[in-house]
């Protein structure tokens, strides 16, 4: 039932969907664990993924007004940020070589040492607040994440957003 609620809300058969780590008040996937690898090999680099509409939409027009570049300087500029993020990137890593189970996929491995959304060692840039945001809700104690997530407010809408797509 979650894959076909996960299919529902992105549109598509999710690629590498593992499981649902963050349900909203309504009971349906939020959040989803994606494997590393999907079926074939390939990489999937982002472990945690929003699959929730309202969520997605609301992050979306948080990076539609300057989100990413704001969260990127604050993360550079703010020391307690700046280890907030290589802290998470840091687990993201120790999760995904977990998560693969000694597979390496078609990269050999490479992609097991990315961090939150796919993110390379010393990238100075946030990518996408989709990632930390799920990151986030998914392993409490990111407080970059967290912060990002805060301006998400309100965080859930009154009624299932899957529910309003009927």
Do not use: N
């Not at 780590?21 to 989803?32: L, Q, W």
């Not at 946030?126 to 967290?146: D, N, S, T, V």
């Amino acid at each position: 039932m979650d894959r076909a609620d996960v299919a529902r809300q992105i549109g598509r058969e999710p690629r590498a969907f593992g499981r649902v780590v963050v349900r909203c008040p309504f009971g349906r996937p939020a959040i989803t664990e994606q494997r590393p690898y999907d079926p074939k090999g390939e990489p999937f680099p982002t472990t945690y993924y929003v699959t929730c509409r309202h969520l997605v939409a609301a992050i979306s027009r948080l990076e539609a007004a300057g989100g990413v570049e704001r969260w990127s300087a604050a993360a550079h500029d703010d020391p307690e940020l700046a280890a907030s993020l290589e802290a998470a990137h840091e687990e993201s890593r120790i999760v995904r070589r977990e998560l693969a189970g000694g597979q390496t996929g078609l990269d050999g491995g490479a992609s097991l040492d990315l961090g939150v959304g796919g993110a390379g060692r010393g990238s100075g840039s946030l990518k996408c607040l989709h990632a930390h945001a799920a990151f986030a809700l998914a392993r409490p104690g990111y407080e970059l994440g967290r912060r990002i997530v805060v301006e998400l407010e309100p965080l859930w809408p009154d009624r299932c957003c899957m529910d309003a797509a009927r």
